[in-house]
């Protein structure tokens, strides 16, 4: 079980700049969350995909934006990014969205300079 | 709105002794709670639910509606507990709202 992978590992991006950044989650998951974790805080929930559709949204701007694909995986993309946006974001997936255990991936490290 | 407090950041205890790390919890609905844990340099994983009432690692956590508390709880301590600890409260679907974490250190 290779687990949600989560790519790149780490990015450095500047102000203004816009970012994809990809989950594929654990084979027969159907379901794919989306949080940042800003250092020092816990995880905040900004997204959730089930079956491509959205079946969630945080509190998080415009900016931010997401989906998913036939096979599951899925994109988070910002753009027009702020220093603020620098942050380890984490992909989890599910079996359904449900109430069963997300499983998390490693995260994708964005540094906005 | 949802809410979870975990009061301590950080939390120092020697090994053997008892370790109970405060979960508070805020929210109008039937509420679902977990236990993350991540260990250095690993992904964030599930230690406990409290709908299944086990104990993982000898970890337990009850959840205590009258008080919205979901405190976890280790009677003797070990090194290899050392991490760092989110309390986590589903609401709908997959989304979790987590607690700022506690960084346990287990001393020798």
């Known amino acids: 079980d290779a687990g949600v992978t989560q790519s790149p590992t780490h990015l450095i991006k500047t102000r203004g700049q816009h970012v994809t950044l990809r989950c594929s989650p654990i084979s027969g998951h159907k379901s794919v969350s989306w949080y940042q974790q800003v250092l020092g805080q816990g995880p905040q929930f900004i997204f959730q995909?089930?079956?491509?559709?959205?079946?969630g949204r945080g509190n998080f701007p415009d900016r931010f934006s997401a989906r998913q694909f036939p096979n599951y995986s899925s994109e988070l993309n910002v753009n027009a990014l702020l220093l603020g946006d620098s942050a380890l974001y984490l992909c989890a997936s599910s079996l359904s969205g449900g109430y069963e255990p997300q499983h998390f991936g490693d995260g994708t490290r964005l540094s906005i300079l | 709105a949802q809410r979870v407090t975990q009061p301590e950041k950080l939390l120092s205890v020697f090994k053997g002794a008892p370790v109970e790390l405060k979960c508070n919890y805020s929210?109008?609905?039937?509420?679902?709670l977990f236990w993350y844990v991540q260990y250095s340099r690993q992904r964030l994983q599930l230690l406990l639910r409290?709908?299944s009432r086990e104990s993982i690692k000898g970890f337990t956590a009850d959840l205590n509606k009258g008080e919205t508390s979901f405190h976890l709880k280790k009677p003797f301590a070990q090194e290899e507990d050392s991490a760092m600890y989110y309390c986590?409260?589903?609401?709908?679907?997959?989304?979790?709202?987590f607690g700022e974490g506690t960084q346990l250190t287990v001393n020798p």
């Open positions: 409290h709908i």
């Open positions: 995909y089930y079956e491509k559709e959205e079946r």
């Open positions: 929210y109008s609905g039937s509420p679902e």
């Open positions: 986590a409260l589903k609401t709908s679907g997959s989304r979790l709202t």
